[in-house]
């Protein structure tokens, strides 16, 4: 294997008084889908936005492409795409004036007509910016993000706010580039999204790497547990559910309980029996495998959506 | 600048250019309004004296090449605040290509307008001669790049679109009415008179109208168009060191400083002038001699 085609070591950032990254590192190989995920305000955007070369870090190396984002500048910028969280463009330019106006900017282009076809936006190509739902303005980020053909393309919460139809079809447009052995460094809050795409993920919290491998690893750290999540009636203690059969772990969510049990039948016959003999009633039960959720629960004792 | 920028620079404008065409709002304050503006003026200032039109359409040329300067800051900072400069940031263009576009794209698109303009008064209300088209071509050109400019300098210093239309209305105040554009120069107080030495706006409306009522040589225009050159040249420079790609990214407090240095220009003008006095002796007597000829125009009128 290569040099990492991104490579960072210690970096930090803070905004005045608030420290947004606190020593993140992380390598990613190339051809690999490399998936940030964590919280809003977990540094994510920070990280992502230093690599790209819109932030200065206060601390740190970083090099993409075996090169520093912040010095190479023009050099560096020929080799990355990237999708913000958010993209804005002039409410009158048209769909394929906007990719044809960006692919002039770079020596190694993508024909427009090809990326109007991959991102499903021929019917729209002389539609104006302003008259795209959600789904196509993200589209149409993606497609400007490829017009020069990147070594590697920063996605950040490219699903963020869009329905399940089109969040689906941006996960389509993913797996195409990950089959197309493209590196892409995707930052996100949606688990299925960071285990359905990422080969390897860094789970971030609060500045910092908590866990990192590829989704599996770190489901394993969960030693095979099904997360149960109950509603009761009334309120119970959690050392009271801690001692069901099976429970390893017992934390309570806004109302909800969440269990983690090596035994799932063994603990949901002694929980009934249990609400069955203090008069409780059961209002919801559901159950989950092993997710990275668990895993951020786990090690943060907080969910990722809080 | 290198190829690329250059490359870059022509296809931005390019693109600015047809956004405009496509934009309703920018059709009524750069056709429209600068249209019912010299028919304001040529109805209740000209009053069917043919020998003010040349005066009046030098003042409306100046107001039109000066229009660059709210039209640009406005866009930079609408653009920078919806995020639209970031996406660009992520692509190998830079701040120059950028600017250089708006300033180009707004000059293009100022052209017609200006030749409509003296169309309208040649044919329309039978100006008396072309004047000096080539030096009129040649001030439209240089002022309309500083006014730019300048314009991206106001936008570059303010944070918010209400700062940039604050700042905005001031200056535009002290360039329309301290210019001689709309109110002749020579009717203010002797004061005032050299106040306005110092503002950028007084040597392009000073060049046009003496552009517009005669045939002057490029001798004659020499101080105006080396003035509003260095203008040109330091207020692009400033603007460029000042721009900023991010919402959030504030003025430096350095800003104001560089704000300064874009002044220096003028104030250098300024200053050699009001030692010299010669420009005020001259638009005092341009003055007085339209005013002779306007009342001798108005006499036997009058004697009846």
Redesign the interface.
């Known amino acids: 294997m290569g040099e990492p085609i991104i490579q960072v070591e210690g970096l930090y950032k803070s905004y005045g008084a608030v420290q947004a990254v606190r020593g993140i590192s992380f390598v990613v190989e190339r051809g690999e889908v490399f998936g940030l995920l964590g919280p809003n305000g977990a540094g994510k955007t920070s990280t992502v936005e230093i690599l ?1 070369g ?1 932030r200065t870090p206060d601390g740190g190396t970083v090099r993409v492409c075996g090169l520093d984002p912040e010095k190479t ?2 050099a560096f ?2 080799k ?1 795409g ?1 999708v ?1 969280q ?5 409410d ?2 048209r769909v394929h ?1 906007a990719i044809e ?2 692919a ?3 020596r190694r282009r993508v024909d427009t007509n090809e990326l109007l076809a991959r991102f499903q936006l021929q019917e729209k190509r002389d539609a ?1 910016y302003s008259h795209l739902s959600g789904g196509q303005k993200q589209r149409l980020a993606l497609a ?1 993000a490829l017009v020069n053909d990147p070594e590697v393309v920063f996605l950040d919460e490219p699903t963020a706010g869009l329905d399940p139809q089109v969040r689906r079809e941006i996960y389509d447009i993913i797996e195409e580039l990950k089959q197309g052995k493209k590196t892409v460094l995707l930052t996100t809050h949606y688990i299925e999204e960071a285990e359905r795409l990422c080969d390897r993920v860094a789970i971030v919290d609060q500045g910092k790497v908590i866990a990192l491998g590829t989704p599996r690893e770190l489901k394993h750290r969960s030693a095979g547990t099904t997360r149960i999540e109950v509603r009761l009636a009334r309120a119970m203690t959690n050392g009271q559910l801690a001692r069901l059969d099976g429970v390893s772990d017992c934390r309570e969510f806004d109302g909800a309980y969440v269990l983690h049990s090596a035994r799932a039948p063994q603990t949901i016959v002694a929980l009934v029996k249990q609400l069955e003999a203090e008069g409780n009633e059961l209002q919801s039960l559901e159950m989950f495998s092993p997710s990275l959720e668990d895993v951020f629960i786990e090690l943060t004792g907080r969910r990722l959506r809080e | 600048m290198g190829f ?1 920028a250059l ?2 620079t022509w ?2 404008t390019k ?1 600015r250019i ?2 405009a065409m ?2 309703r709002a920018f059709f009524f304050f750069s056709l429209v309004m600068p249209l019912i503006f010299l028919l304001g003026a040529v109805i209740f200032i000209g009053r069917g004296r043919t020998q003010w039109i040349g005066y009046i359409l030098g003042a409306m040329l100046t107001t039109t090449v000066m229009g660059s300067f709210w039209g640009l800051s406005v866009q930079l900072v609408t ?1 920078r605040e ?3 400069l ?2 660009f ?6 701040a120059g290509p950028m600017l250089a576009s708006s300033i180009l794209s707004n000059y293009f698109m100022a052209l017609p307008v200006v030749a409509f303009e003296i169309l309208v008064c040649h044919f329309g209300f039978r100006m008396q001669s072309w004047g000096n088209l080539w030096a009129i071509l040649l001030l439209v050109t240089i002022g309309s790049a500083t006014f730019s400019a300048l314009g991206l300098i106001v936008a570059s210093v303010t944070n918010t679109m209400q700062e940039t239309q604050m700042i905005n209305n001031l200056i535009w105040m002290g360039f329309l009415f301290l210019s001689g554009a709309t109110i002749p120069l020579a009717i203010f107080p002797n004061w005032l008179q050299r106040v306005a030495l110092f503002i950028p706006a007084q040597y392009l409306a000073t060049g046009l109208e003496s552009a517009a009522t005669k045939l002057v040589t490029g001798g004659e225009l020499f101080e105006d168009v080396v003035a509003l050159t260095l203008g040109l040249f330091v207020a692009f420079e400033v603007s460029r060191q000042l721009f900023r790609w ?1 919402p959030e990214a504030k003025a430096p407090r350095s800003a104001k400083l560089w704000v300064v240095a874009a002044m220096v220009p003028f104030l250098l003008f300024g200053t050699w002038e009001a030692v010299r006095g010669t420009r005020l002796r001259h638009i005092r007597t341009n003055f007085q001699a339209l005013s002779m000829m306007s009342s001798v125009a108005s006499r036997p009128a009058a004697d009846k």
């Open positions: 790209e819109l500048g023009q910028k020929q990355i990237a913000l958010s993209t804005s463009l002039p009158k330019i004036e106006l960006f002039h900017f770079y104006f400007m | 690329d490359n870059n296809t931005l693109v047809r956004l496509r934009n653009f919806q995020g639209i970031r996406r940031r992520l692509a190998p263009v830079g991010e």
